[in-house]
Nanobody, 123 residues
Framework: VQLVESGGGSVQAGGSLRLSCVASVSRYTFDTYAIGWFRQAPGKEREGVSYISLSDGSTVYADSVKGRFTISSDNFKNTVYLQMNRLQPEDTALYFC???????????????WGQGTQVTVSS
């Protein structure tokens, strides 16, 4: 599985960005996966931000982003989105999408990773 992220950029605090993650798999197998967004800031550990199970649509959010970020998918486009609103400087990080066969796999160590997209939020 190849994953390609896009949509990162620089915004001021309070702004919004939408990240996209396109998976290079058959449309018929796309919804058998779970896809997650992770982030890593310099000097910090990697953090799981949000996950979605493409088979049943269930979602998980880190406490730090609940109410501000929304994960969604377009199964016809093999794409998962992360809508990020009310961004804060502490959201600044390199954001990765990753895939595995279920959310449990994402929580452990995902099998597939994208290359990342940078998000920078200035105060």
């Amino acid at each position: 599985v190849q994953l390609v992220e896009s949509g990162g950029g620089s915004v001021q605090a309070g702004g919004s960005l939408r990240l996209s993650c396109v998976a290079s798999v058959s449309r018929y197998t796309f919804d058998t996966y779970a896809i997650g967004w992770f982030r890593q800031a310099p000097g910090k550990e990697r953090e799981g931000v949000s996950y979605i199970s493409l088979s049943d649509g269930s979602t998980v959010y880190a406490d730090s982003v609940k109410g501000r970020f929304t994960i969604s998918s377009d199964n016809f486009k093999n794409t998962v989105y992360l809508q990020m609103n009310r961004l804060q400087p502490e959201d600044t990080a390199l954001y990765f999408c990753a895939a595995d066969y279920d959310i449990y796999g994402l929580r452990a160590e995902p099998d597939y990773w994208g290359q990342g997209t940078q998000v920078t939020v200035s105060s």
